[in-house]
Nanobody, 125 residues
Framework: QLQLVESGGGLVQPGGSLRLSCAAS????????IGWFRQAPGKEREGVSC????????NYADSVKGRFTISRDNAKNTVYLQMDSLKPEDTAVYYC??????????????????WGQGTQVTVSS
């Protein structure tokens, strides 16, 4: 069965870095667009970044452009989100999700059929 498992969250100081991992099983990455989303306390879930099945198409939310980088390792069937220059407002639970339309690079949650359980990222001094 298709499964997504996030890891790599934690507590980091402002200006620091973290790398999140999204390990996929039950499918290969080239068949899906993989997206990262986040939800802060009291706020709606929002899209952060996504990577198309080809590995070429990428999209980033304006709030993270220039600071976050999405990538993948096909051999490990894992997608990464490198987060640099972290800010307190990046604090949230981060989720990865899979969109069966592998050519799409939008961050509309309605297009993502499969979700991981989330990993907590806290940016605080």
């Amino acid at each position: 069965q298709l499964q997504l498992v996030e890891s790599g969250g934690g507590l980091v100081q402002p200006g620091g870095s973290l790398r999140l991992s999204c390990a996929a099983s039950g499918f290969t990455l080239n068949a899906y667009t993989i997206g990262w989303f986040r939800q802060a306390p009291g706020k709606e879930r929002e899209g952060v970044s996504c990577l198309s099945g080809s590995g070429v198409g990428k999209n980033y939310a304006d709030s993270v452009k220039g600071r976050f980088t999405i990538s993948r390792d096909n051999a490990k069937n894992t997608v990464y989100l490198q987060m640099d220059s972290l800010k307190p407002e990046d604090t949230a639970v981060y989720y990865c999700a899979a969109n069966p339309s592998s050519w799409r690079i939008d961050l509309d949650m309605a297009h993502y059929a499969y979700w991981g359980q989330g990993t907590q990222v806290t940016v605080s001094s």
